[in-house]
């Protein structure tokens, strides 16, 4: 632990920053993951079930369809429900309660992205601040004793070397952590698209 202050003491005063950047992104990537894993469902597996529910008869045990959606957690279970529930109408009315629903679920789909994108972007300028606040120290040091006090002046140089590394760390770190939220978000949005249409298709009866 005391390696650790000594860290943070010889970044500089930029590094308080760096590390409130750092924990606010562990606390968002540990959200993400939890917020993805929950998010994420058997599509096939799904419709299997409403298949099975419903007899392989689209106008049969809609009930228990919907009972089926509703057992599980997502927003493809939720958008399916919603389609379910207005099986009863034309293809066209379907879609768009589908579609209405899909769009309510895309926000929370890419919460917290933008701040994690903002962190990725930030934390390299934080870093070159305590590059630049390193190297006054050093050149102050250097102009006010001469070149007859190195220690002083290298300990700028480190001050500013340990506070630019930090940040470029962070900012991999974060800028990986986004790529594949991202990346996340766009397959779940992809296969409710994929399986909402899968559905329309099976309760309409427009391909057997």
Known sequence: MSAVFQFVHEGGFMMYPLIFCSVLLIALVVERIIAMRKANVDGDALLDEIRTATGNQPDANLDKALAVCEAERGPLPRMLARGIKNAKRSADAIEMAMEQEASNEVPALEANLPVIKT???IAPLLGLLGTI???ISAFRAASE???SNP???LGGVGEALV???TGIVLAV???IAY???ANQSRKIIEDMEYYGAELVN???GRIE
């Open 119 to 121: 962190i990725v972007n």
């Open 133 to 135: 606040a390193g190297m």
């Open 145 to 147: 004793k001469g070149l």
């Open 151 to 153: 220690t002083q002046i």
């Open 163 to 165: 506070s630019t590394a």
């Open 173 to 175: 770190i974060g800028f």
């Open 179 to 181: 790529n594949y939220f």
């Open 202 to 204: 099976y309760l309409t």
